[in-house]
């Protein structure tokens, strides 16, 4: 019995000083911190004893995360070796230690030293009682910031080489203390400054929000004036002999408005389409028509400035395609739209 508990108090004393230190939401701060255990007491030769069980009771306040105080008492009783004439003997232990944790988690090493007496009280000779110091090492493990398990092995020096050792194993608690946070505040995320229509220009520094990708701006963002004219081509389906715009060209034509309004001087001009079928003199009112049928769109949709657009109906003169087919004949139902980019854009004040 008294071997395992040696080797259990051995163990426990291998595994924590291997475990390496772990860190978690357990940090020992100030407190009170109560302890008992068991363990194993040898005493020095000369005093002609047995290695017996002890027992443990700790009391100590811990000043911070590195230093604690702690007073201890420990009591064993001893079987005498061979004909010695003291017999047994009761031992009793009170020191004061001073514990240096080397680090702070939920596995915590520690050196000590202290300071006590001991008292050997023989059953047939008198006490004994010896001053000493002592020295040891160990380990907590803490299952919760408080309840922790203890492994202590210790050197006990009385008479300048007459020293014991106890090995012990005890459990203990510390009070005043509650979890650590483990939450780190995540590194900011760099976020890429929006550029919303995608003219190159970050919408802090945009004064034309809504200019269209495909022109040229300045660090403004604003359309650049340019002596080439931009030209839209819209491909659009009419019904036979209408000039009625269907809504799903909606989106072109909202497209075709935001180039407008990036140059509001430039003058605009809207050329009408045709294909072939039908009399020539037919076409060439309808291609007006369907002309003017945009430019009231632009003017009533988008605010477009009515004095800025002319319309122009070129019926089927102006052919992109072949009339004799189905899909040529789509091609050539079209509208020409040409603003004029040389006037000054858009303000970038």
């Given at each position: 019995m008294k071997k395992s508990i040696l080797a259990a108090v051995i163990g426990a004393n291998v595994i924590a000083m291997s475990a390496g230190a772990m860190a978690d939401n357990i940090a020992s701060d100030a407190g009170v911190t109560v302890s008992g255990g068991v363990g194993?007491?040898?005493?020095?030769?000369?005093?002609?004893?047995?290695?017996?069980?002890?027992?443990n009771l700790g009391l100590g306040y811990r000043f911070n995360e590195s230093w604690e105080a702690e007073l201890n008492?420990?009591?064993?009783?001893?079987?005498?070796?061979?004909?010695?004439?003291?017999?047994?003997?009761?031992?009793?232990n009170y020191r004061l230690d001073g514990i240096y944790y080397l680090s702070n988690g939920r596995f915590q090493p520690y050196l000590s030293a202290?300071?006590?007496?001991?008292?050997?009280?023989?059953?047939?000779?008198?006490?004994?009682?010896?001053?000493?110091?002592?020295?040891?090492?160990?380990?907590?493990?803490?299952?919760?910031?408080?309840?922790f398990v203890r492994?202590?092995?210790?050197?006990?020096?009385?008479?300048?080489?007459?020293?014991?050792?106890?090995?012990?194993?005890?459990?203990?608690?510390?009070?005043?203390?509650?979890?650590?946070s483990t939450y780190v505040e995540p590194a900011p995320v760099a976020?890429?400054?929006?550029?919303?229509?995608?003219?190159?220009v970050v919408n802090d520094a945009d004064n034309c929000p809504n200019t269209p990708a495909e022109l040229s701006v300045d660090e403004h963002g604003c359309a650049v004036a340019s002596d080439?004219?931009?030209?839209?081509?819209?491909?659009?389906?009419?019904?036979?002999?209408?000039?009625?715009?269907?809504?799903?060209?909606?989106?072109?034509?909202?497209?075709?408005?935001?180039?407008?309004?990036?140059?509001?001087?430039?003058?605009?001009?809207?050329?009408?389409?045709?294909?072939?079928?039908?009399?020539?003199?037919?076409?060439?009112?309808?291609?007006?028509?369907?002309?003017?049928?945009?430019?009231?769109?632009?003017?009533?949709?988008?605010?477009?400035?009515?004095?800025?657009?002319?319309?122009?109906?070129?019926?089927?003169?102006?052919?992109v395609a072949s009339n004799d087919t189905a899909e040529g004949r789509k091609l050539n139902r079209r509208v020409i739209v040409t603003v004029d980019a040389s006037g000054t854009a858009e303000s970038s004040i």
């Open positions: 194993i007491y040898s005493t020095d030769k000369e005093r002609m004893l047995h290695s017996d069980t002890e027992y008492y420990m009591q064993s009783s001893h079987d005498g070796k061979g004909n010695f004439d003291g017999g047994s003997a009761d031992v009793s202290g300071v006590g007496e001991n008292t050997y009280d023989y059953k047939d000779i008198s006490k004994d009682k010896d001053e000493q110091i002592n020295v040891g090492v160990g380990a907590k493990y803490f299952f919760t910031p408080g309840l492994a202590d092995a210790r050197a006990f020096d009385a008479r300048g080489g007459v020293v014991d050792t106890a090995a012990t194993l005890s459990v203990g608690y510390l009070f005043g203390q509650e979890a650590k976020v890429a400054p929006l550029d919303d229509d995608n003219d190159g080439t004219p931009i030209i839209q081509d819209i491909q659009m389906e009419f019904g036979f002999g209408s000039d009625v715009i269907n809504p799903e060209y909606d989106g072109q034509i909202e497209h075709l408005a935001s180039v407008m309004k990036a140059y509001p001087t430039g003058n605009i001009v809207i050329e009408g389409h045709t294909d072939s079928k039908g009399a020539a003199a037919f076409n060439q009112k309808l291609s007006k028509q369907r002309a003017d049928a945009l430019a009231n769109k632009l003017v009533s949709d988008y605010g477009i400035d009515e004095s800025r657009i002319t319309t122009v109906g070129k019926g089927e003169s102006n052919p």
